[in-house]
């Protein structure tokens, strides 16, 4: 009997010589899974050479069964059954949505700090290591990634995307791809990619579709509704085993170039989200994606969290934490880099400003860096990865570093001291308060205390850090004579002592 540890995934196949016509539309294969109190539904898949496959997410330790169902006598039946044992150090399941926060399955707190490569996973094995380094040295947390290649050359800043990838994602070649033959050493491909992510603890949020083929291919243009639920069909068959996958419906939902307009009708993203949602049995996180000011993604009852692109990191945040009651996260908010258009052109000193923003907010921000560096306007790290050089990584680090020491996810706003252009606030009761400060402001010192007097002399310890230098500036005890000043670039650290 095959034994797994917690949160990783027992696989089983079975090659089968009977002749299908089309493995992919013409066999159903499925199992339900027995353990531990669990019961669960799994829909197998077609990898190619006659094999088919199964797989499963150890959920939790104990002992379990499976057995299969199918349209074909030689898959029809099969039993097996494997252990699960505890997890590994470290290793803590999916990430879950908690309220308007985010906790692993085994209910540690997760503070999320993403970061954006949208098709590193089609670069050569060099630059692909390359990237993955970076993002760990960054504790980055989170990549976009499409599934699909990405391609356009000219516009944007004359920027130039036009890597084609290793495999196709289906049979053919472009603009002539068979969208009922899923390739499966394309998405084996991919799976190796998002398992080298699980081993550094960063989850995949795995965009499935998006609007940036110009053409070139002809993948979101040239599936129908069919086809598209036979790709969900199979990549979710696929893929939510992994515990560190996320969904993401779609990259800017709202540009439809089937019909050359913005309009969110490209597809039937409510069908799409309750599509995925129905055939996942582990309940991965589930989103969509808006176009730069668009049109943010209505509540519905598959949507997990709300994923959204816009430069107010703060304000918007808290408007959509109170509209929706579920996580919030600024995936998009303008890139660090030198590229002519605006979405790509952000200096470092407002990226970083906008993360800590979001961070103060109660919610979550999404880095992205596009440097055109020496004239190469095709290697640039948002699309294709590589090594990052940009100024506000490192900065996003030491705020990660922060974020871990605090109890964010029993702290709020404090509207005390917080004035949403230059302070920000957020507060554990009165014991604990934490204040970003963008400006200098002379003359203004922190509120401390509650209004109504019920610790008249309350006095705190100030940790000053400076988050632009990365560096811990002074500690002191809190009087009259000594009040932290609010300098440009600090957080404040108040801890109630008595």
Known sequence: METIQQWDRYEFSKRVDAHVANPFTDVRLAATVRGDGLVREVEGFYDGDGVFKLRFLGETPGEYTFETRSNLPELQGLTGQFTVTAPAEGVHGPVRAAGTRFRYADDTPAFIMGTTAYVWHHRPAEVRA??????????????????????????????????????????????????????????????????????????????????????????????????????????????????????????????DKLRGIIGPNRR??????????????????????????????????????VSYQHPDTYTLLLELQDQYRKPVINDEYQYEGNVPDDWGNSGPELVVERHWKSLMAGGYATHGEAFVRDGNRKDIFWSYGGTMTGESAPRLRYLKEIAATLPLDEMERQITNTDGSNTFALAKGHELIVIFCRHALPGKWPWLGPWDGSIPDARYHATVYDVWNCRKVEEFVVTRERRPEFRPFTLLKLELID
């Open 268 to 305: 039937d993203w409510d069908v799409i989200g309750a599509f995925i949602k129905a055939r996942d049995p582990y309940g991965h996180l589930i989103s969509s994606h808006n176009i730069p000011f668009g049109i943010i993604y209505p509540d519905r009852e598959w949507l997990t969290h």
């Open 130 to 255: 390359q990237t993955l380094d970076s993002f760990s040295r960054y504790g980055f947390n989170k990549i976009r990634m499409l599934v699909f290649p990405k391609h356009y050359t000219g516009g944007f800043g004359a920027i130039d995307v036009s890597y084609e990838p290793p495999y196709y994602p289906f049979e053919g070649e472009p603009k002539a791809l068979n969208f009922s033959r899923p390739n499966p050493q394309f998405f084996a491909h991919l799976e190796q990619c998002i398992d080298d992510l699980m081993q550094r603890g960063i989850e995949a949020d795995v965009i499935l579709f998006h609007p940036y083929d110009s053409g070139h291919w002809d993948i979101d243009v040239g599936m129908d509704e069919d086809d598209a639920l036979l790709y969900l069909k199979y990549i979710v068959a696929r893929l939510s085993s992994f515990r560190n996958v996320w969904w993401s419906l779609a990259n800017e939902y709202d540009i």
